[in-house]
């Protein structure tokens, strides 16, 4: 008992205060990690300096002499290493975005068949979940790459669907190119967005008000198409789309899609539209029963509970993951190295730091890159949820 | 015939064809769809069966027969490549290492897995602490015991998918569980370096971080020491999956009651007995599927070490695939049919394993 007082009442000895003890412990932490550094970047800085690897990005502004197949900006041989870090970033964006659209897309498709009431809907969507899951990404992407398009025939004998022609050359569309009437046509568009946009935010106030609901989707729509239409008419086609033709052993004008970014957009997008699948699934799963039973009360069609009471509800489910799914798919675009096509990796991190050797720079600009896309996301999912949490069960 | 109307009886309810019928021919919306896919089914059904089986070609010297017009999956170039698939360039007087290597692993797995299994304790020390040693001396060689040494520029095929997979396992578990503590620590500079790096690894691609240890790993140390080019992904794998571990554990850390916490600390448990004892068994039980979906994650992902050089199983069979001696227009779809049977084989396994984990631990929950 005199011991326990004694303890209550004296200050513990420092090796037993926690707060100390924490202290202790943090200090020898940074001690140990800050040491480990200092000794791997003194030893790193030696040894780039015996085996002269440049430190700097001196490299930047120099020329880089390899050519890209596929470049959003103008881009040669002569260019500065800069400008393909930029081609290369670029490309891994178009990769991300589009194959972001349509992984969505499919992935929504299936995600509502596994969950329908129709049996073999639901078989086959559960089937192409569990094929695509469960082999690696890179191992589809080589399919697409080396069994599907490399096999196709020569141009001569392309697959031909209307004005598209598949061969393995990549895959060729009609080029959209502007002419006389394209800045009327893109003004109109313009003045439509905006009128559509304030029909949006007129017909929730009036609904606030009200509680009545004007139509929104249909007015929206027809701000948005008729003037473009419009202007069309009055001014002439605002695009001509010029299809490619074969000349030769090969195909001249149109859009060319190289083999690389088809195979990597249709990998991608298969790949990560059976975890989109899986969330929508989850998310449909996640709304209770009896909100389908009071909408039905209510005597909503099957399709106005599911617009709007059902799908509102699963997408808060939805979109968090959504995200992270988006991510996923942002970072898997750099198995690009392995079918080469030009993206981020495959340009800054392969051929340049080939090149240049200048590893330490380059890498860290390239995980910089990575994390910066990936902060933004958590930064927009954030203020998402901040949102969410704010509305609450409101609108 | 309208009094016949007034006896009609409801429709059956039950019944395998009520039943059939209420599933695939619902409405019209739903006929058309059941039509429509069984029409595509019926279509492709044939064609693959004769690719597939009928007009495969089983056995053959070389590519002649696959080459010929009409001549579906040509599995005989996978019976002739399968030793090279399965090992790589490792020397053939020496693969009976490797496959005691593979049996002993085999075996370490199922102990492990098994639920009813005895001194599961023991399984797991000889698993993590013990097989690694083995394993080392068995394929690289330890001369003092008469192994001669193989460089792991010969390893190559199935086992080094499996040894890149183990090596994330066995690492990255420890390791995601110390920055899973670390990350919830209240001491400002163990949270932040571990918070730093979970993130910066988890924003970075598997790709760009293998990469990243090829070249700059032999920086880091000593030119005498430069890690051989095989340990560089193995390094590179370990890090990137700790990261991922390091989430699902916390995920399991956070689902533990704080209660937990505080009765342990009233025992007079110190802090590290109250993780070890309390919380983190507790914590990792719930978190075992999550820990599945990570390993079958990092399953595919092992393929991905072929960027910097390692001869993994898929590495192995796009090289075979392009030995001019069995040059055909099928050889790229029957070697990846057969690659994806093995990944597919694999990854199932493990995310049935897992659905089973996860009902036996909400049973019970229930209980």
Redesign the interface.
């Known amino acids: 008992m005199a011991e326990a007082s004694a303890a209550t009442t004296q200050k513990p000895k420092p090796w037993r205060d926690p707060r100390w003890r924490g202290g202790a412990a943090q200090a020898a932490l940074l001690a140990f990690v800050g040491g480990l550094f200092y000794f791997a970047l003194t030893l790193a800085r030696e040894n780039m300096r015996q085996r002269g690897i440049p430190t700097d990005f001196g490299f930047w502004s120099q020329p880089s002499g390899f050519e890209v197949s596929q470049s959003l900006i103008a881009y040669s041989a002569a260019s500065t290493y800069g400008r393909a870090f930029f081609v290369g970033l670029l490309n891994t964006l178009t990769v991300a975005a589009i194959g972001a659209v349509l992984a969505t897309a499919l992935g929504f498709l299936i995600g509502v068949g596994r969950v329908s009431q129709n049996w073999l809907v639901s078989r086959l969507c559960g089937a192409y979940v569990e094929t695509l899951r469960n082999l690696p990404l890179l191992l589809q992407l080589l399919f697409w790459y080396n069994a599907v398009l490399k096999a196709l025939p020569g141009p001569r004998q392309s697959l031909r669907f209307g004005d598209i022609f598949l061969n393995n050359r990549g895959l060729f569309v009609p080029e959209p190119m502007a002419q006389g009437g394209a800045q009327a046509a893109a003004i109109a568009l313009v003045l439509g967005l905006i009128a559509a946009l304030v029909w949006v935010s007129y017909a929730r106030a009036k609904q606030k008000r009200t509680g009545r609901r004007p139509p929104v989707a249909l007015v929206a729509l027809a701000f948005v198409v008729l003037p473009p239409l419009a202007a069309a008419l009055v001014f002439g086609a605002p695009l001509r789309f010029q299809p490619a033709q074969l000349k030769g052993f090969n195909f001249v004008g149109g859009l060319r899609l190289t083999p690389e970014f088809v195979a990597l957009v249709i990998g991608l997008s298969t790949y990560t539209a059976s975890f989109i699948a899986e969330i929508v699934r989850a998310g449909l799963l996640a709304v209770p029963k009896g909100q389908r039973e009071a909408a039905d009360a209510l005597g909503l069609t099957h399709g106005q509970s599911l617009r709007l009471v059902v799908i509102p509800q699963a997408m808060r489910v939805i979109i968090p993951p959504l995200t992270s799914q988006y991510l996923n798919l942002t970072k898997n675009s750099s198995l690009a190295v392995f079918i080469s096509y030009p993206d981020l990796v495959q340009v800054f991190m392969g051929t340049v730091l080939n090149q240049t050797g200048a590893a330490v720079p380059i890498v860290a600009l390239t995980m910089a890159v990575y994390l910066a896309i990936s902060l933004a996301a958590s930064v927009a999912m954030n203020a998402y949820n901040a949102r969410l949490a704010r509305h609450g069960g409101g609108s | 015939m309208s009094e016949a109307g007034l006896v009609l009886k409801p429709p059956a309810r039950d019944g395998a064809l009520a039943q059939?019928r209420?599933?695939?021919f619902?409405g019209w919306g739903?006929s058309l769809?059941?039509l429509s896919?069984?029409a595509l089914i019926l279509w492709l059904a044939p064609d693959l069966l004769r690719y597939l089986v009928l007009d495969a070609v089983w056995r053959a010297p070389d590519g002649a027969a696959c080459r010929a017009t009409g001549a579906g999956a040509c599995w005989a170039f996978i019976v002739e490549k399968f030793p090279f698939f399965v090992y790589g360039p490792y020397p053939p007087a020496l693969r009976w290492r490797v496959d005691l290597t593979m049996a002993l692993g085999a075996a370490l797995v199922a102990w492990n897995l098994w639920r009813g299994a005895p001194r599961k304790g023991l399984a797991l020390t000889l698993f993590l602490a013990v097989y690694p040693f083995v394993a080392l001396a068995l394929l690289y060689g330890a001369p003092f015991l008469g192994l001669a040494i193989v460089p792991t520029s010969q390893w190559g095929g199935v086992f080094v998918s499996l040894l890149v997979a183990a090596v994330g396992i066995v690492f990255s578990l420890p390791f995601g569980v110390m920055l899973a503590l670390g990350r919830r620590s209240?001491?400002?500079?163990?949270r932040m370096?571990s918070i730093g790096f979970i993130?910066?690894v988890?924003?970075?691609?598997?790709?760009?971080v293998l990469?990243?240890a090829n070249?700059?790993l032999?920086?880091?140390?000593?030119?005498e020491w430069a890690p051989d080019r095989l340990l560089r992904p193995l390094i590179g794998v370990a890090l990137f999956a700790s990261a991922y571990m390091a989430e699902v554990v916390r995920g399991g850390l956070q689902a533990i009651p704080r209660g937990q916490t505080e009765a342990a600390q009233a025992l007079g448990l110190s802090a590290w007995r109250t993780q070890r004892l309390v919380v983190l068994p507790q914590a990792l039980t719930l978190v075992i599927p999550g820990l599945v979906n990570t390993f079958?994650g990092l399953f595919?992902?092992t393929?991905?070490v072929?960027?910097v050089g390692a001869l993994d199983f898929?590495r192995a069979v796009?090289v075979a695939?392009l030995d001019p001696a069995w040059a055909g227009?099928t050889i790229?779809?029957t070697s990846?049919i057969f690659?994806?049977l093995f990944?597919?084989v694999f990854?199932?396994a493990m995310?049935r394993y897992s659905l089973a984990v996860e009902r036996r631990l909400a049973q019970a929950r229930a209980r």
């Open positions: 059939a209420a599933h695939l619902g739903s769809a059941t896919f069984a209240r001491l400002p500079v163990v370096m993130e910066i988890r924003g970075a691609p598997l790709i760009a990469f990243m070249v700059m032999p920086l880091f140390v000593p030119e079958i595919k992902d393929t991905l072929a960027a898929l796009d695939r227009p790229a779809t990846y690659a994806g990944y597919f990854c199932f995310s």
